[in-house]
């Protein structure tokens, strides 16, 4: 669905909202910059961001080097601090009664984190500490070169999952983000990543890419970087969420601290159901997908997922004000 005009009235009373939150690859330099400069409530998160971080994480975001925000200790931070940024910024442009709209939030992967912040289940500061760890865990976790990770597009999850015990040959190898009916992305030992990709290739598959990233998340070869954030998270403040959170490994909403903790330790090695998130937040009764948070990855894969789904995007000030029209749009009306 369009956005802008065609979204004024979306979120009437029988239209609530369910928020999504990206993850790493969302980045790109300038990202928030033009929220920064024009709401005060998201240059406030920023700068509490850069406080946390310990360096100038906004000005990483909106100048770059973009060397520099690749780096997945940076980029992770980064990405949450412009998200939760986002979510300030509507929060402050929308009308007061919007978040009793709110019917659950999720996060992809690293956007777990930032569904968390939102929920009130984190603190921003904790949340901006803690993934930045994590994301120095993820990348020593595996040595350069020995892990990888592939996009198979027009193949259904059971059959790459059959490619995935074939090619894996004594190798790590599984499917890690189960993105779209038609897309899954695999990750493990490099050459038995390589050699998935060349087998789906062989059977039909539309595309299957190697993904350039640093590290082969979301599966055992991450156990390492597991093991050294369970002792983080272990002393983390989390408090029970104020909405449910639809958690990446179970695809189930949850408010419970422990059981959030829980879910944000085993998710470092098990696969993100995308799909089955997606799916339960429409059963939750969500109306409409509110993804916060820089690029449209998400609502590209909600398309393919719940087709005719109503869409409303934050990232920069043009998306806000659409968001802000159409949440506006929806005082006084009754079911």
Sequence with gaps: MGRGRLQVGLLTPRRRVGLVFPGQGSQAVGMGRALFDAVP??????????RAAGFALGRTCFEGP???????????????????????????????????????????SLGEYSALVAAGALDLEDAVRTVRRRGEYMQEAVP????????????????VEALCREAAESEVLSPANLNAPDQTVVSGGTAAV????????????????????????????????????????????I?????????????CPETRAETLRRALIEQVTRPVRWVESVIRMKDL????????GPGRVLSGLAKRIVPGMPLLSVEDLASLESAGEALGMARGETA
């Design 41 to 50: 409530q998201a240059r406030s998160v920023f700068e509490r961001a850069d």
């Design 66 to 108: 973009e060397e520099t925000l690749r780096l997945t200790a940076v980029t992770q931070p980064a990405i949450l601090a412009t998200s939760i940024a986002c979510f300030e910024a509507l929060a402050a442009r929308a009308p007061s009664e919007w978040r009793r709209g709110i019917v659950c939030a999720a996060g992809h």
């Design 144 to 159: 350069v070169g020995q892990g990888a990770m592939a996009a198979v597009l027009g193949m259904p999850l059971r059959d």
């Design 194 to 237: 390589h050699r998935l990709a060349a087998l789906a290739r062989e059977r039909g598959a539309k595309r299957a890419l190697i993904l350039p990233v640093s590290a082969p998340f979301h599966c055992e070869l991450m156990a390492p970087a597991q093991e050294r954030l369970a002792k983080d998270l272990e002393r983390l403040r």
């Design 239 to 251: 408090r029970d969420a104020q909405i449910p959170v639809v958690l990446n490994v179970s695809a």
């Design 285 to 292: 009764g969500v109306g409409v997908l509110a993804e916060i």
